[in-house]
């Protein structure tokens, strides 16, 4: 019995390494033109290599070119993002759609009739923050902001002074020439310069027009320039006035007057001599000084940041 296997063995790879022929003949001559032997494990061989060889060739294919997507369980990176961003926006437009429809619809049936305009039913937002108590400021918040608001109306301190006014393409003049005796400090409530002058005539700082013209009886005669971008110069304790309201004045025109701030000290000695009574008056201390203030938007400025004194 195992002879007989070791025998049919020997017999099957005799079988496949058995040598065939394959000829090529010409037809007319019967010339042998072309011949192959070749054995049956030799074909398949050939066969299997072939095989591998268009797998290789297949695969290397596929995976160099965009043919890999259609692989299943194959997906780039990026065309996994582009697939969500792709679904989220189809989501939101479907989504938008909806919320279109709707409006649409709700148009049609106010056109129709079948809905009012205004719904009773709406939610009116003021009521509802008017009835929370939780809201409502007590009496003595109401007190204090009334308090407040009252000892801040009136308080120029407040302000804050716009050193940042724009100074570009504007050339300030100097009203006056003369000694600054009293600087700007909002602090202490003083928006302005005083100068001891040296001349007599007061001319304008920036070209402007004349918003007001006329007496104080703390201050004396006023004047006040409107300028361009929002400037307003101030001159006070004049005694005579060149300008009227109205008028429109240039960059170093004259426009008033300073006046002369008596300082007059009269002293009255009675000296009795031989019953004779005899007044002596001195004068002294006497000076001219003009009070020069200068605004920007209604916020004081110093004016030495943007005129040389």
């Known amino acids: 019995m195992a002879k007989r296997k070791d025998k049919n063995r020997h017999s099957f790879w005799?079988?496949?390494?058995f040598k065939?022929?394959?000829s090529i003949l010409n037809e007319n001559t019967l010339e042998e033109v072309w011949k192959l032997r070749v054995s049956?494990?030799?074909?398949i061989m050939l066969y299997l290599t072939s095989l591998f060889i268009l797998m290789v060739v297949s695969s290397v294919i596929i995976i160099s070119t965009p043919l890999r997507n259609y692989l299943p369980g194959y997906l780039d990176s990026e065309i996994r993002e582009q697939a969500i961003k792709t679904a989220m926006q189809v989501d939101s437009l479907e989504q938008q759609q909806h919320y279109q429809e709707a409006y649409l619809q709700n148009i049609k049936d106010i056109f129709a009739g079948k809905v009012q305009p205004e719904s009773k039913n709406k939610v009116d937002t003021v009521r509802i923050a008017e009835d929370d108590k939780s809201l409502k400021s007590t009496s003595r918040e109401k007190k204090y902001r009334q308090d407040y608001e009252e000892t801040e109306k009136y308080n120029l301190s407040s302000i804050s002074t716009s050193d940042q006014a724009p100074t570009e393409g504007v050339t300030f003049f100097r009203p006056v020439r003369g000694v600054v005796t009293s600087h700007f400090?909002?602090?202490?409530h003083r928006y302005g310069l005083q100068i001891a002058a040296a001349s007599d005539n007061i001319v304008a700082t920036l070209e402007g027009v004349?918003?007001?013209a006329g007496y104080d009886p703390d201050a004396g005669y006023i004047l006040q320039l409107q300028h361009k971008n929002g400037f307003i110069s101030v001159y006070k304790g004049v005694s005579m006035l060149l300008k009227k309201t109205g008028d429109k004045v240039r960059t170093g025109e004259a426009i008033a007057i300073v006046s002369r701030e008596s300082g007059d000290v009269e002293s009255n000695k009675n000296k009795k001599d031989k019953g004779n009574k005899e007044n002596i008056t001195a004068a002294t201390d006497r000076k001219h000084v003009l009070q020069f203030e200068l605004w920007y938007k209604g916020s004081p400025v110093n004016p030495e940041l943007y005129i040389s004194f």
């Open 14 to 17: 005799k079988r496949m390494h």
């Open 185 to 188: 400090n909002a602090s202490l």
């Open 20 to 22: 065939y022929r394959l």
């Open 40 to 43: 049956m494990f030799n074909g």
């Open 210 to 212: 004349v918003v007001f």
